[in-house]
């Protein structure tokens, strides 16, 4: 399967006590094979990072294999944002939804409540 790693993941898997790591390890020795979004790389990367932690990152999830958020991932993001409620402040994680979504991806969050109203999502 494949799993688009959510913001809140990476930035507790890749940062200060790393407490998700052994997680994203655990799911990587699983089989599934995991990615990392544009959107997703975008608010990683506006945060306070370290050189280690984004050399971690490059590792793990080179920024030129981030999956791109093109027409069709907005297309239905904005079908999202027309079918959940409460939309406002959430334009975010509707973009990173419909990512995972139009490319057949489950995601990774620890704020599973972001994303639980949104139809045919998976979530790991």
């Not at 057949?104 to 999502?121: K, V």
Request: aromatic share 6%; proline share 6%.
């Amino acid at each position: 399967m494949i799993v688009h790693v959510d913001t809140s993941a990476l930035v507790d898997a890749l940062s200060g006590p790393r407490r998700s790591l052994d997680t994203l390890i655990g799911l990587t020795d699983s089989g599934h094979r995991m990615a990392l979004s544009a959107i997703v790389l975008y608010e990683w990367l506006r945060g306070p990072r370290t050189r280690a932690e984004l050399a971690a990152q490059e590792e793990l999830f080179p920024s030129e294999n981030a999956i791109a958020f093109g027409p069709p991932e907005a297309a239905m993001a904005a079908r999202l944002y027309k079918q959940v409620s409460r939309v406002r402040g959430r334009e975010i994680d509707l973009a990173v939804a419909a990512c995972a979504m139009a490319n057949g991806a489950a995601i990774w969050t620890l704020n599973p409540g972001d994303f639980r109203d949104i139809p045919d999502l998976r979530l790991v």
